[in-house]
Each structure stands twice: as structure tokens, then as C-alpha cells.
């Protein structure tokens, strides 16, 4: 009255070997890519406002690092982005502070002592652009 099942069933967990999975290693320099890529943006984004040397430097260093991340892929950069709007600049220092703050988290836990504290002196760059203090910020809250 019943047929045999003739196909392995693919909810089960058997056969992992065709299940792709990652290490977590992987998943952080992932993560991490990804957050020090939207960090370029936005410093991209403030070096179309506020052109300077620093920021120069600090767009080519976050490019290396995503670079690395990613297996020698070079990060996808924005030309001329913001030309036509005038966003206010503290808003976007404290973006970029934030991207920061969140790339400097999973380098830590990743143990990436370069990313780490790329993306500390970039935090403290903009804290300082932003007018963000640690007790400003604490205050905010």
C-alpha cells in the first residue's frame, strides 16, 4: 500500500558534506568586511564635503583592509554621491562613528589587531568631528 521513500530526505543533516558551511572565522571577516566597506562609503561620502588629507589616508586604509578581507576583491566605491544635497556633516561623523564603533566589535572579537585599531582611530576621528564626547554621548542617551 505504501511506496518506499527512494530520495534522501533534504531536511536531514546526514549528508553534510553538500551542506555548505563556514567557520566562524569566515562569518566575523565577513562581517567585518562589510562594515568597514560601509565605513569607506561613508568616509567617501565626507571626503566629497570636507576634502582633506586624513580622510584621504583614512579611505585608502579602509580599502586595503576590505580588500584583504575579501580575498583581494577591491571594495565597489560611489563617484560623486553627494553633490546636489547638503546633508549636515555632523550627521554623517556620527555615522561614520557608529560603523566605526560596530567595525571595531567584531574586530575585537575576531582578534584582527589591525582592523581594530584602524577602526578605533577612525571612531575617535569622528567623535571629535561630531562633537561627541563620552559624556555627550552617555547624556544623549
Not at 518506499?4 to 531536511?11: A, E, N
Not at 585608502?60 to 563617484?79: C, D, F, I, K, S
Request: aromatic share 2%; no cysteine.
Amino acid at each position: 500500500m505504501y511506496e518506499p521513500i527512494r530520495t534522501k530526505s533534504v531536511h536531514t543533516m546526514a549528508g553534510t558534506a553538500d551542506f555548505p558551511h563556514r567557520s566562524r572565522e569566515e562569518e566575523l571577516d565577513i562581517q567585518l568586511a562589510g562594515h568597514l566597506a560601509a565605513l569607506l562609503a561613508v568616509t567617501d561620502e565626507l571626503r566629497e564635503l570636507e576634502p582633506s588629507a586624513e580622510l584621504d589616508v583614512a579611505a585608502e586604509r579602509l580599502t586595503q583592509q576590505v580588500t584583504r578581507l575579501r580575498g583581494g576583491h577591491p571594495p565597489v566605491r560611489a563617484a560623486g554621491g553627494a553633490a546636489g544635497r547638503e546633508p549636515l556633516s555632523a550627521g554623517v561623523h556620527q555615522r561614520a562613528h557608529a560603523l566605526a564603533g560596530r567595525a571595531l566589535v567584531v574586530a575585537a572579537s575576531r582578534a584582527d589587531t589591525a582592523a581594530a585599531i584602524l577602526a578605533a582611530e577612525r571612531m575617535d576621528a569622528h567623535a571629535g568631528a561630531a562633537g561627541v564626547t563620552g559624556a555627550a554621548a552617555l547624556a544623549g542617551r
